[in-house]
């Protein structure tokens, strides 16, 4: 009986995808879906002539693997991934693998490859970026688990991947349990920032300057000649070319306003809040998200709250590059907060990130591959132990270079009543760290007055703490 190279259970588009890029690059693959029809026809008709075996139940799946058994869950992730964990585990040897390629909490892959490991099996959490299109050409992946696992799937992960320069694979070994996975929660996080980036730029745009959607598809493409080069400005000068085929308007005149998510974006806020990180950026992302969702609410409101009666009176073309200025700037902002959560995370972790390499990850088949995450590689490879990307030569340089334009922008967008929570939550977060001296002593002056909190002082060694008696009966 012939022996397949992998397993991989779940067959949905990213699922069948990754099937079929793993056939293409020589590998044998044995699938399982709990649907069997989804997986019958899937045999029949996208795998028909490769090396591709549909099984009807779980045992048939093992049974048809040679050892040391590699499967690859493409399932949803929580309870989905314990349930499909507990059929596998009984008929699994000790050495197996089982790989979590969806988008499952980091925590749940800290405490899943603790547990299997008790067991004998070893679990691997592998994020994979791309989307659909990726998981068939070639995605980015960023695997972490049991570092044992690591040799058994390396050839395989490596072979699939996205291939950039001179053939280097946007796949690496990123650390143990959940390492991988929240590598990938982050860059979903710096997506979520990117889009919403990218969003408030296309408002300047076309609400505060009235750009049509064909001058807006110039500017993008303008754009993506220079430092902002990226899938995502990319793919958005195609959307502004695109019309509706029943009523011929621009297609962002028929969507509704109202964005969707998937929880990565959240997860990533809470870790930051966890780790005690500032997140500014992604954070106004994912609540911009939130807020609209309320459409109906926003549309009553428009009805009932003013906002300024003015309009653009300077030159389009100089705002234009202005515009351009201040979404490199903030985006810098953005992806300096994403590095600063996984350099806390590896700390805490133990879990020894190497940053720039995870850099070099994002280049290629996924969401965020842009042109300037070589000058984050390069960052980290002249300094390590590098605190956050503001501070770096290149990247203080762009920003200071940048800050005139990216001032003058939120000011006019606040002077126009337009939302850009993006744009200027990585300023804040930029005027904030560059701050040698915040307001954060009246906090703490604050604290200690109504809860005895205590403070440090200026004049005093770092960690040692006072109390004052401010009134009578404060700090009760």
């Given at each position: 009986?012939?022996?397949?190279?992998?397993?991989?259970?779940?067959?949905?588009?990213?699922?069948?995808?990754?099937?079929?890029?793993?056939?293409?690059?020589?590998?044998?693959?044995?699938?399982?879906?709990?649907?069997?029809?989804?997986?019958?026809?899937?045999?029949?008709?996208?795998?028909?002539?490769?090396?591709?075996?549909?099984?009807?139940?779980?045992?048939?799946?093992?049974?048809?693997?040679?050892?040391?058994?590699?499967?690859?869950?493409?399932?949803?992730?929580?309870?989905?991934?314990?349930d499909?964990?507990?059929?596998?585990?009984?008929?699994?040897?000790?050495?197996?693998?089982?790989?979590?390629?969806?988008?499952?909490?980091?925590?749940?892959t800290?405490?899943?490859?603790?547990?299997?490991?008790?067991?004998g099996?070893?679990?691997?959490?592998?994020?994979?970026?791309?989307?659909?299109?990726?998981?068939?050409?070639?995605?980015?992946?960023?695997?972490?688990?049991?570092?044992?696992?690591?040799?058994?799937?390396?050839?395989?992960?490596c072979?699939?991947?996205?291939?950039?320069?001179?053939?280097?694979?946007?796949?690496?070994?990123?650390?143990?349990?959940?390492?991988?996975?929240?590598?990938?929660?982050?860059?979903?996080?710096?997506?979520?920032?990117?889009?919403?980036?990218?969003?408030?730029?296309?408002?300047?745009?076309?609400?505060?300057?009235?750009?049509?959607?064909e001058?807006?598809?110039?500017?993008?493409?303008?754009?993506?000649?220079?430092?902002?080069?990226?899938?995502?400005?990319?793919?958005?000068?195609?959307?502004?070319?695109?019309?509706?085929?029943?009523?011929?308007?621009?297609?962002?005149?028929?969507?509704?306003?109202?964005?969707?998510?998937?929880?990565?974006?959240?997860?990533?806020?809470?870790?930051?809040?966890?780790?005690?990180?500032?997140?500014?950026?992604?954070?106004?992302?994912?609540?911009?998200?939130?807020?609209?969702?309320?459409?109906?609410?926003?549309?009553?409101?428009?009805?009932?709250?003013?906002?300024?009666?003015?309009?653009?009176?300077?030159?389009?073309?100089?705002?234009?590059?202005?515009?351009?200025?201040?979404?490199?700037?903030?985006?810098?902002?953005?992806?300096?907060?994403?590095?600063?959560?996984?350099?806390?995370?590896?700390?805490?972790?133990?879990?020894n990130?190497?940053?720039?390499?995870?850099?070099?990850?994002?280049?290629?088949?996924?969401?965020?591959?842009?042109?300037?995450?070589?000058?984050?590689?390069?960052?980290?490879?002249?300094?390590?132990?590098?605190?956050?990307?503001?501070?770096?030569?290149?990247?203080?340089?762009?920003?200071?270079?940048?800050?005139?334009?990216?001032?003058?922008?939120?000011?006019?967008?606040?002077?126009?009543?337009?939302?850009i929570?993006?744009?200027?939550?990585?300023l804040?977060y930029?005027?904030?760290?560059?701050?040698?001296?915040?307001?954060?002593?009246?906090?703490?002056?604050?604290?200690?007055?109504?809860?005895?909190?205590?403070?440090?002082?200026?004049d005093?060694?770092?960690?040692?703490?006072?109390?004052?008696?401010?009134?009578?009966?404060?700090?009760?």
């Amino acid at each position: 009986m012939k022996k397949y190279d992998i397993g991989l259970i779940g067959l949905a588009v990213m699922g069948q995808n990754l099937v079929l890029n793993m056939a293409n690059h020589g590998f044998s693959v044995a699938v399982f879906n709990r649907t069997v029809g989804k997986m019958e026809k899937f045999i029949e008709k996208d795998a028909a002539g490769r090396e591709i075996k549909g099984c009807r139940s779980i045992e048939e799946l093992i049974d048809s693997l040679s050892s040391p058994r590699k499967i690859l869950l493409m399932v949803k992730a929580g309870k989905p991934v314990d349930d499909f964990i507990e059929q596998l585990v009984p008929g699994l040897d000790a050495g197996d693998i089982i790989i979590d390629g969806g988008n499952s909490r980091y925590t749940d892959t800290i405490r899943r490859t603790g547990e299997l490991k008790r067991r004998g099996i070893l679990f691997m959490g592998a994020g994979v970026s791309g989307g659909e299109e990726g998981a068939l050409k070639g995605p980015s992946i960023m695997p972490g688990g049991a570092p044992e696992a690591w040799p058994g799937a390396e050839d395989i992960f490596c072979s699939i991947s996205a291939q950039v320069g001179d053939g280097v694979p946007c796949c690496r070994w990123i650390g143990p349990d959940g390492a991988g996975h929240f590598v990938k929660m982050v860059h979903n996080g710096i997506e979520y920032g990117d889009m919403q980036m990218i969003a408030e730029a296309y408002c300047l745009l076309e609400q505060g300057l009235g750009l049509t959607p064909e001058e807006m598809a110039r500017v993008f493409t303008d754009w993506n000649e220079g430092e902002l080069n990226s899938y995502l400005i990319e793919i958005t000068r195609d959307i502004m070319l695109k019309t509706d085929d029943e009523t011929g308007l621009p297609m962002l005149e028929i969507i509704l306003d109202s964005a969707g998510q998937k929880g990565t974006g959240r997860w990533v806020v809470e870790s930051a809040l966890d780790l005690g990180v500032p997140l500014p950026t992604i954070a106004e992302a994912v609540f911009a998200r939130n807020l609209s969702a309320y459409k109906e609410e926003r549309v009553a409101a428009s009805d009932e709250l003013a906002g300024p009666a003015l309009s653009f009176q300077g030159d389009k073309k100089s705002f234009i590059d202005k515009i351009r200025a201040a979404l490199y700037a903030s985006k810098i902002c953005s992806y300096a907060q994403g590095f600063h959560l996984m350099r806390a995370a590896s700390i805490h972790y133990n879990w020894n990130l190497d940053l720039g390499e995870i850099s070099l990850l994002w280049r290629g088949g996924c969401i965020i591959r842009a042109r300037f995450l070589d000058k984050i590689h390069a960052a980290y490879a002249g300094r390590p132990e590098l605190p956050n990307l503001l501070v770096d030569p290149f990247f203080a340089a762009a920003l200071s270079e940048s800050q005139s334009a990216w001032r003058e922008v939120v000011a006019e967008s606040f002077r126009l009543g337009l939302s850009i929570p993006a744009f200027s939550s990585a300023l804040a977060y930029y005027d904030g760290y560059r701050c040698a001296r915040i307001s954060a002593n009246l906090l703490q002056a604050q604290r200690d007055y109504f809860g005895a909190h205590t403070y440090e002082r200026v004049d005093r060694p770092r960690g040692e703490f006072f109390h004052t008696e401010w009134a009578v009966g404060s700090g009760e």
